[in-house]
């Protein structure tokens, strides 16, 4: 989904401001003229400016009274006659970002746009930057399976386009990777990349983080706030577990890969979404989609493209590598030059895995401490007890009639107790997300 940024033009010479529109049009962008301030903030309720370019003096309003309020949305560029360089100076002050003499000179407007733009998105990746942790050096695809051979085919088959992609899969075994991997070798590769945990927030919360929201949009909604989709323009943003998402968000992000349009949340005006989205789900979408808890149209417009990462027990023969590979990135690991011991890499291949890469690179980080100053890894350093079944038999005691939550309590109480509090063998055994389990465990106390 792309879309040339578009410049609003406030200026009410007439003849200057046609002149600018066809300039600015020349050079790429899109551009559109109004001729004093009554006029714009009408424009400005139906569109999303990328730059606006304002006369320094309308006859309709004081510049110095809206500038501030302009510039805390948008980038500005002041429009001043020859002679009045200090009417742009205190603008500048005031928040605009640079400043044109006219008549205007057409090569040192282009310039001057070039440079702000550039300049707008850097203060978006910024801002986007301070707000996630550097990517982990240790997250790439690993492995030389016929299963991982077949991923990594089709990551390169569909990463130069941008067409919408849907990676399924077990929790825990790599989706995020692979979606990172598209992204890498896109020709998006030098925007962001964008990941949303579609099941860690309330709806109405997800929907502002998403979407982003207005001011006064709702309580406490003291400042607009761009969404995630525009911190991952240029980009690709990654929807991790959509099947999660309620049936609002859901309408909503169809609109979205259908018009490449959305609207912040209180918002009247449509935006623009330069983004190409992967999402992935460890959830049955077809199944969902039959039983009516996740849209059709959605599910048929993420599934054009779908990508299967095979769970960890189908690609035992990868395991060694990993286990390297996450050494080589583990800080104790290096310092102690740690290795796992023939014996140890045996009993490894032999696991199940039901929490996939996760759970190997948890057992690895937990062995690395216990093995303590010792190079070695040894098989005493992993508590493994063979592949994950079902109890055969649970006991659950009460006194009284119990409510359906208070026996999913005392059971969830029953496996943490049984197996330490290791998420991903808990969730193997009811056969829900490691995600799900995280949230139970916070619901009744018992983390």
Known sequence: MTSKPLILIIEDDRLLNKLLVGEIKRMGYSADGVFGWNEARSHL???????IINDVRLPDANIMDILPSIASEHPVIVLTAYGTVQEAVAAMKAGAMEYLTKPVNPDELELK??????????QRDHQYCKSRLRPDPAATMVGKSS??????????AVASTDATVLITGESGAGKELVAHAIHTRSPRAEGNFVA???????????????????????????????????????????LDEIGEIGPAIQAKLLRVLETGQFRRLGGVKDLQANVRIVAATNRD?????????????LFYRLSAFTIKVPPLRERLSDVPQLVNH????????????????PPAMSL?????????????????????????ASEEIRPEHFALNGPV??????????????????????YLETLVNKYAGHRGRIAAILGVSERNIYRLLEKYGLK
């Not at 979408?285 to 149209?297: H, V, Y």
Request: glycine share 6%.
């Open 196 to 238: 949303v945990d579609c099941c860690t927030l309330q709806e109405n919360l997800f929907e502002s983080e998403l979407f982003g929201h207005e001011k006064g949009a709702f309580t406490g909604a003291e400042r607009q706030k761009p969404g995630l989709i525009e911190a991952a323009s240029g980009g690709t943003l990654f």
């Open 348 to 372: 490894l291949m032999s696991y199940n895995y039901p929490g996939n890469v996760r759970e190997l690179r948890n057992m690895i980080e937990r062995a690395v401490i216990l093995s303590g």
């Open 326 to 341: 996450i050494l080589a990135h583990h800080k104790f690991s290096r310092r102690y030059n740690k290795r796992v011991t």
């Open 147 to 156: 299963a991982i051979a077949e991923v990594l085919q089709l990551v390169e």
């Open 389 to 410: 079944e079902r109890p055969a038999k649970v006991d659950l005691h009460f006194d009284h009639d119990p409510s359906l939550e208070e026996m999913e309590r005392r």
């Open 113 to 122: 746009i070039d440079r702000v733009l550039e300049m707008s998105n850097m």
């Open 45 to 51: 309720t139906r569109t999303e400016p990328s730059l």
């Open 285 to 297: 979408l077809e199944k969902m989609s039959a039983e009516g808890s996740f849209r059709t149209d």
